[in-house]
Nanobody
Framework: QVQLVESGGGLVQAGGSLRLSCTAS????????MGWYRQAPGKQRELVAT????????NYADSVKGRFTISRDNAKNTVYLQMDSLKPEDTAVYYC????????WGQGTQVTVSS
């Protein structure tokens, strides 16, 4: 059974930083691309960043380029999202994602950025 468990969310002031973690189980983590998505109240879920199996391929939403960094540690079955220079518009529930025949999602972790 595939499980993705996020952690690291919280309340931070604008300009601050947070680091999200997502630990996977039930999959061969090293052969799965991983991603982070977010969903703000009243909005659709949107892609934030993705990372390939090796970690060398990374893609970011335009809104977070230069501020967020996705990385992974295959030995720990964990993917990270380092979020710097946070803005109030980054406030959302952040979800970890992978695809293995079907989509798998974590339970989400709340990030709130105050102005």
């Amino acid at each position: 059974q595939v499980q993705l468990v996020e952690s690291g969310g919280g309340l931070v002031q604008a300009g601050g930083s947070l680091r999200l973690s997502c630990t996977a189980s039930g999959i061969i983590f090293s052969i799965n691309d991983m991603g982070w998505y977010r969903q703000a109240p009243g909005k659709q879920r949107e892609l934030v960043a993705t990372i390939t199996t090796s970690g060398r391929g990374r893609n970011y939403a335009d809104s977070v380029k230069g501020r967020f960094t996705i990385s992974r540690d295959n030995a720990k079955n964990t993917v990270y999202l380092q979020m710097d220079s946070l803005k109030p518009e980054d406030t959302a529930v952040y979800y970890c994602h992978t695809h293995l025949r079907i989509d798998y999602w974590g339970q989400g972790t709340q990030v709130t950025v105050s102005s």
